[in-house]
């Protein structure tokens, strides 16, 4: 029998996730016109429910503006949530305040696409890096000074580079300063928003697994968000697949890849180039059309039916849950893909 996620979490519980974000909602207000009484909202994320435990990395995928930044944004609290739960170490982060909350939020730290605009321009390597520690009080003087030089030394920065400009870098450096801050705290948690989607795919492998030895290192845990499955295929323990604002499967990398249970999922996959001629053969892929419809007036019952092949009257009409289909693997389909049209996976 299927299974509400929700439920599943509840009846099972035995271990404590290093967060869980339950029911979470940002409506962003998008009515034109002062007056217009009619208040008109773009579900940018609409009731997405997911857990990540210590020292994983879960990714994160979906087209442009399905809302993979504004989850992001919302875990660090850079958003106000509309609805929803967000618990950090089986904290709900909105019940904290002041001197409590500002210290939660220093255990979740983010890496950003463009190290460049991140940066302040007008800061030297050296207080950049510092900054954090000299805000949360962590180091002052010489301790200071070592806590920067040992940063920059783990993240493979010349020391010689402390007096320098942001500007003065190369994008994978630029990249690794913003990585040097997002760790000076400590974090337990980083949101890394497509970090290395502006690089250069040679400089892209060097942070990556600059990214990899930090997370052994320091047993971090990371929320990789990317457009692609490409781009989450190697760093990722699980995988998320997001669509208009929902989540529509998420389970281990190797299910997704191997057996993935939603036509989205599936249409994705075959965006990824398959090296082995026989392989790829053998390999049914759907192509998915059409551009994403927009989160301020989502499709009915099922939000990806515009776009799926498979779409069935109850699609239009019903809107499926997050189920766990199978164990630790999650879909929210009516008919997923072994079930329905199995046949589609392989020919
Ligand atoms: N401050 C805002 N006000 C109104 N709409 C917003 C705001 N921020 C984001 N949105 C909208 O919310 C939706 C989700 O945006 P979000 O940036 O989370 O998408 P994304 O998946 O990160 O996309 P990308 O891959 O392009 O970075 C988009 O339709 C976007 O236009
Ligand atoms: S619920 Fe229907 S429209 Fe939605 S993904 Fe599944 S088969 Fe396609
Ligand atoms: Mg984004």
Known sequence: MVQKLEQVETQTKKEEYL?????LKKYFDV?????????????????IDFFVRQGETLGIVGESGCGKSTTGNLIMQLLD?????????GVDLSKLK???????????????????SSL?????????????????GVAKGKELENQVYELMDVVGLDRSYARRYPHEFSGGQRQRIGIARAIALKPKLIICDEPVSALDVSIQSQILNLMSKLQKEFQLTYIFIAHGLPAVKHISDRVAVMYLGKIVEITTKEKLFDQPLHPYTEGLLAAVPIPDPTLRDQK??????????????????????????????????????????KPDHFVACHFPLEKGHGVLIEK
Do not use: W
Request: aromatic share 8%; hydrophobic share 30%; with cysteine.
């Open 98 to 116: 002041g001197e409590a909350l500002r210290k939660k939020r220093a255990e979740i730290q983010m890496i950003f696409q463009d190290p460049f």
């Open 284 to 325: 049914h892929r759907i192509i998915i059309e059409g551009d994403m419809p927009s989160p301020a007036n989502p499709p009915s019952g099922c939000r990806f039916h515009t776009r799926c092949p498979y779409a069935q009257d109850k699609c239009r009409s019903e809107e499926p849950s997050l189920i766990e289909e």
């Open 19 to 23: 967060l869980e974000v339950k029911g």
């Open 120 to 136: 302040n321009p007008r800061m030297r390597v050296f207080d950049i890096i510092a900054e954090p520690l000299k805000t949360h």
């Open 31 to 47: 009515t034109e016109g002062l007056f217009k009484k009619e208040r008109q909202y773009l579900r940018a994320v609409d009731n």
């Open 81 to 89: 949530k509309t609805e929803g739960e967000i618990i950090f170490e």
